[in-house]
Nanobody, 126 residues
Framework: QVHFVESGGGLVQPGGSLRISCAAS????????VGWFRQAPGKEREGVAC????????YVADSVKGRFTISKDSALSTVYLQMNSLKPEDTAVYYC???????????????????WGQGTQVSVSS
C-alpha cells in the first residue's frame, strides 16, 4: 500500500536519453526527501540523486553530474529522473525511496530509507 512505483526504463543507445518516473502510492510525497538509486550486477547500490520535499534543494552524484536531472510534479505525486548522454556504465536497475528522516537534500548524507519500489531496468547498449 505504501510504496513507490518506478516506470519508464528500457533499452537505449549510448548518447541517448530517457526519463524514468517514480510515483508515490499511499503516502504524501511532500513529507519526505526522495532519492534515486541504482544497482548494477556485481556492484553495490549507488545514490544517484536527491530532491527535497519543500525547500527546492536537490543534487546529483558526481558520476552523473551534467547529464542527469531530478525533478518532481507534486500534483501527480511523482518524482522524475531525466537521463541524457547515457553511457553503458549507466546500465542498472533504478530504484526510488523516501528518506524518512529529512525533508531537505541540503546535505549528501542519507537517513533511513524506506518505501522502496520494485525498480525499473535501464540498459544502455548499441
Amino acid at each position: 500500500q505504501v510504496h513507490f512505483v518506478e516506470s519508464g526504463g528500457g533499452l537505449v543507445q549510448p548518447g541517448g536519453s530517457l526519463r524514468i518516473s517514480c510515483a508515490a502510492s499511499g503516502f504524501f510525497l511532500e513529507d519526505y526527501a526522495v532519492g534515486w538509486f541504482r544497482q548494477a550486477p556485481g556492484k553495490e547500490r549507488e545514490g544517484v540523486a536527491c530532491i527535497g520535499s519543500r525547500d527546492g534543494s536537490n543534487y546529483v552524484a558526481d558520476s552523473v553530474k551534467g547529464r542527469f536531472t531530478i525533478s518532481k510534479d507534486s500534483a501527480l505525486s511523482t518524482v522524475y529522473l531525466q537521463m541524457n548522454s547515457l553511457k553503458p556504465e549507466d546500465t542498472a536497475v533504478y530504484y526510488c525511496a523516501a528518506d524518512l528522516e529529512r525533508v531537505s537534500c541540503s546535505s549528501r548524507r542519507w537517513g533511513t530509507l524506506g518505501y522502496w519500489g520494485q525498480g525499473t531496468q535501464v540498459s544502455v547498449s548499441s
